[in-house]
Nanobody
Framework: QVHLVESGGGLVQAGGSLRLSCAASGSILTINTMGWYRQAPGKQRELVATITSGGSTNYADSVTGRFTISRDTAKNTVYLQMNSLKPEDTAVYYC???????????????WGQGTQVTVSS
């Protein structure tokens, strides 16, 4: 099938930066939209940013101007550059990919295992 592996999380002080990466591997014919979501303790998972195969991006209002999503199509990898981090950005960050499989040419959603981002004040 398909596996998404995230990396780059960690502990950072407020105002600092982190860069998350998510690499997809497996029986991938093509990947449509890729994105990042986050879930803070006691809260629902929320969209952070998405990027289409054509490069169009969408951001949550809370991160606009501070976070930048990008992707390397050849490497099936999506990135999230996070600048000016705030304590309220603390959450587990999940990668999501909408993948067309070789096996049946159908579209499926896959999620990574999550990476913790903690911003101290």
């Amino acid at each position: 099938q398909v596996h998404l592996v995230e990396s780059g999380g960690g502990l950072v002080q407020a105002g600092g930066s982190l860069r998350l990466s998510c690499a997809a591997s497996g029986s991938i014919l093509t990947i449509n939209t890729m994105g990042w979501y986050r879930q803070a303790p006691g809260k629902q998972r929320e969209l952070v940013a998405t990027i289409t195969s054509g490069g169009s991006t969408n951001y949550a209002d809370s991160v606009t101007g501070r976070f930048t999503i990008s992707r390397d199509t050849a490497k099936n990898t999506v990135y999230l550059q996070m600048n000016s981090l705030k304590p309220e950005d603390t959450a587990v960050y999940y990668c999501k990919a909408r993948v067309v499989l070789y096996s049946d040419r159908r579209l499926y959603n896959y999620w990574g295992q999550g990476t913790q981002v903690t911003v101290s004040s």
